[in-house]
Each structure stands twice: as C-alpha cells, then as structure tokens.
C-alpha cells in the first residue's frame, strides 16, 4: 500500500502554468501505476492523465493534450502534473491516484488515493 499526498495546488490566471506534485509513501512505488484525476463542482470525477510503472509510457484526456504532461521520479516516489495554458474549465480538485499493476483510464481501478489539491484558473 502506498499513501499519497498532493500539493502545488493555488489559484493561476487562465494561460498561466501550475505543476503538481504527489509524493508516495512506502519502499514500492515504482510497482504503481500512477494517475491524476479531477472533479468539479457539480460534476463527476474525470481521468486526466496516467503514467507507467517505469514512466515509459503515458495516456492523457483529449481535453488536456498538447497542456499538461505527467512524469514520474521514482527515486523520490513522486509523480508531478506539468498544467501549461490553463483555462477556466481546468478548475477543480486534483486527486493523484495509485494502482499496482499497468495504467489505465478509469478510476475504479485505482485502489489508493491522494486528498486533493485545489485548482482554480481565473479568467
């Protein structure tokens, strides 16, 4: 089991930029996949983004392709959001998320979860 926790969180104006960033617990991390997800006022919790074990490989939402970019640093068992050119719409509350095994989109799967960090772009 590894516990998350999310930071880098804050309020940006619209075509500004925020990296957050998720630290692990534990001595496995590198054993997870790793995702971000987002939930907004009145809506549902939406993937945002995931990355492989290794980092090699990454799945992003069409909404934030060519914006945000996911990484990982498995020597410090963290994974970051890189979140360029934000918009009004990209507000809400970040959630990082863990899963052994490969990533995938859908947030049943993930079996362990961060407390949010608050996004809110001004326009």
């Known amino acids: 089991q590894v516990q998350l926790v999310e930071s880098g969180g804050g309020l940006v104006q619209a075509g500004g930029s925020l990296r957050l960033s998720c630290a692990a617990s534990g001595r496995t991390f590198s054993t997870y996949a790793m995702a971000w997800f987002r939930q907004a006022p009145g809506k549902e919790r939406e993937f945002v983004a995931a990355i492989s074990r290794s980092g090699a490989s990454t799945y992003n939402v069409d909404a934030v392709k060519g914006r945000f970019t996911i990484s990982r640093d498995n020597a410090k068992n963290t994974v970051y959001l890189q979140m360029n050119s934000l918009k009004s719409e990209d507000t809400a509350v970040y959630y990082c998320?863990?899963?052994?095994?490969?990533?995938?989109?859908?947030?049943?799967?993930?079996?362990?979860w961060g407390q949010g960090t608050q996004v809110t772009v001004s326009s």
């Open positions: 998320a863990a899963r052994p095994g490969t990533a995938v989109p859908g947030a049943r799967w993930y079996t362990n």
